[in-house]
């Protein structure tokens, strides 16, 4: 059974006026679903992407007729493959409820409605603050099932596959950038040189793709280490800017994002992206990375625009409770090895 979204924790015990106002503790999310990542709504159960990897050295020399797709010259012909990835959209439900006597005899039963309704929260304060919980708490845990979502892992998790997850059963986990550094407290060197490494030995396809539809996802510890490296720098190494009124903080061009959500990921699993097996040594769990990824290589399939605003908020009569359901699918996929380079400082 479903307990109160909001308990009565109220412990002052003297008389005195109270503030009439509910005080909202922040919630932050680390990026904007529609512009840092692929949106595809009406996903109901699977959707099949397709792919088309790019064709290379097609251009052969001309030895003579032929009615064969061979050159002649010994080179073999190029196939022209269409491969396809599976999004899978798990089902995901956020039930809530809220039972008015929680907050008997406090100052917030002023705020109560009188005679039948007097259980009845929609319309008050109470119910505000509870919805606006609800909305940001939904939008933090999309961001944290795509990325460290896995349906053999924690609970909480267990949704669907996240990117993190489908990346490690690539070639990507090999390829990742391996930085020496202070793992538990990186430097502005080091994180600065972690981006720079990570910069120039990703896949050429990933180096072509223009700055601006790209993106460097970083823990929070790297991208304050590495704001360390712009303050009093007018460098065009990496540019600070305000964009629409928020602070935009670049790298060569590059937008770098903290990920505050990595660090729930990484407390409550280990990750594949972030372990690491030194020379000789045993397979250990690090805390700080980046990934450096073209924003169209991830994808994010559901069957709503927009799974903050797919729930709803009623009262039933008979328990005399508010009750907060919403019902929706959601799940990820990533396109292409090529677009997408990870690093780990160790």
Not at 18 to 44: A, G, T
Not at 107 to 126: A, C, F, P
Request: aromatic letters at 10%.
């Amino acid at each position: 059974m479903a307990t109160n979204v909001a308990n009565n924790s109220i412990t002052a015990t003297y008389s005195g006026a109270n503030l009439n106002e509910i005080f909202y503790e922040p919630v932050f999310r680390s990026d904007d679903l529609m512009q840092n990542y692929r949106v595809i709504p009406n996903v109901k159960h699977k959707m099949n992407v397709y792919t088309s990897a790019a064709l290379t050295k097609i251009v052969r020399p001309y030895v003579g007729c032929s009615s064969s797709s061979d050159s002649g010259d010994g080179s073999g012909k190029v196939d022209f493959n269409i491969d396809d990835k599976v999004i899978t959209a798990g089902r995901c439900r956020v039930a809530l409820e809220q039972c008015t006597d929680a907050f008997f005899g406090t100052y917030i039963e002023e705020m109560y409605k009188s005679g039948v309704d007097v259980m009845n929260l929609e319309g008050t304060q109470l119910a505000d603050a509870i919805v606006n919980r609800a909305v940001k708490g939904i939008g933090q845990d999309v961001v944290r099932l795509a990325w460290g979502g896995d349906t053999a892992g924690a609970v909480g998790y267990k949704s669907f596959d996240g990117w993190m997850k489908l990346m490690a059963t690539s070639g990507i986990l090999a390829a990742r950038t391996i930085y020496g550094g202070d793992e538990a407290a990186p430097t502005a060197p080091q994180a600065i040189g972690l981006l720079r490494e990570m910069y120039d030995t990703a896949p050429a396809a990933l180096q072509q793709v223009p700055s601006s539809d790209k993106k460097m996802f970083v823990t929070p510890k790297i991208f304050n280490a590495y704001l360390a490296n712009l303050e009093g720098s007018s460098a065009d190494l990496a540019i600070v800017n305000t964009v629409e009124g928020y602070t935009r903080v670049s790298f060569r061009g590059v937008q770098v994002i903290p990920m505050y959500e990595w660090d729930t990921i990484l407390a409550d699993l280990n990750p594949a992206m972030f372990t690491h097996t030194p020379s000789g040594g045993s397979a250990t769990q690090y805390n700080n990375g980046a990934c450096y990824v073209a924003t169209e290589n991830l994808i994010i399939g559901s069957d709503v625009t927009d799974p903050e605003g797919s729930f709803k908020v009623f009262y039933d009569d008979l328990e005399e409770k508010m009750f907060f359901r919403g019902y929706f699918k959601l799940g990820v996929q990533y396109l292409y090895d090529s677009l997408v380079q990870w690093g780990v400082i160790v």
